[in-house]
């Protein structure tokens, strides 16, 4: 549209018009009034109200930034006691902060998010802008599969209110180096809204931190949480890192200290 009103302007015969240099909001407004007057006023303001400039990432230009945000609004909305429920209490809550749907009964990669934050890898809440969601993996992380094709079971389980893009429960191995190189990262070249991490010494607790490895929240499940052996696990893979450091200091925070 905007270039056929460029069309029309360009119609002119320069030569029967004195040009002088205008000052851009002087040329703004000229411009207004004029598509105005083909539009109409209350159309063409409408038009402009809503278009969105989207927020870019440069390091992680995949990154679904306004969803992210919103992400980590509903994490921090989230108080430790609600965090410390029954545990699938917890989980589900903690997919619907993150923009995903419950969906334990659908196929895997048809949408199925009974894996997610149930094991010890599936820990990572990705939020990814839609064309990289259908981004495959080219052999860069170890541990993860050729292809890895995610895409049809993110368009099927994410929770579209949280803003543009998609949400996954992404592989954490790999975080463990600077920069990380884990799925959210690499494959998807954006940047984690939390990462789920089980707290030594005895990995009743857990924290959620953000991409940065600060802290988000916490929570003490009760019930059929994942098996001793994976919660350590995930622990592992995090360990050295800046991912690590909140769940370690965890029992100073929970002490006050």
Wanted: charged residues 20%.
């Amino acid at each position: 549209m905007l270039g056929a009103f460029v069309l029309v302007a360009h119609s002119f015969d320069p030569g029967a018009i004195q040009m002088r240099p205008l000052s851009s909001t002087v040329r703004a407004r000229r411009v207004f009034a004029f598509v105005a007057a083909l539009l109409g006023t209350s159309t063409l303001t409408q038009t402009f109200a809503q278009t969105r400039v989207m927020e870019v990432d440069p390091e992680y230009p995949g990154t679904a930034v306004e969803r992210l945000r919103n992400i980590q609004a509903r994490v921090k909305s989230l108080k430790p006691e609600d965090l410390s429920k029954d545990w699938e209490e917890v989980r589900r809550k903690i997919l619907w902060a993150g923009g995903l749907k419950d969906l334990p009964n659908n196929v895997p990669g048809q949408g199925y998010t009974g894996h997610s934050f149930n094991d010890d890898n599936h820990c990572d809440l990705t939020p990814m802008l839609g064309e990289v969601a259908h981004n495959l993996h080219e052999g860069e992380i170890r541990g993860i599969a050729m292809g890895n094709r995610l895409g049809p079971g993110i368009d099927i389980a994410t929770l579209p209110e949280l803003g543009p893009g998609g949400s996954w429960s992404t592989c954490t191995n790999g975080c463990h180096v600077e920069p990380p190189q884990d799925v959210a990262h690499v494959q998807f070249r954006a940047r984690i809204a939390f990462k789920l991490v089980w707290t030594p010494p005895h990995f009743n607790s857990f924290v959620l931190v953000d991409d940065s490895g600060a802290y988000l929240n916490h929570g003490t499940p009760t019930g059929a949480v994942p098996g001793l052996r994976a919660r350590v696990s995930n622990y592992n893979l995090v360990k050295g890192s800046k991912y690590a450091r909140e769940a370690e200091a965890l029992s100073d925070r929970a002490a006050g200290a």
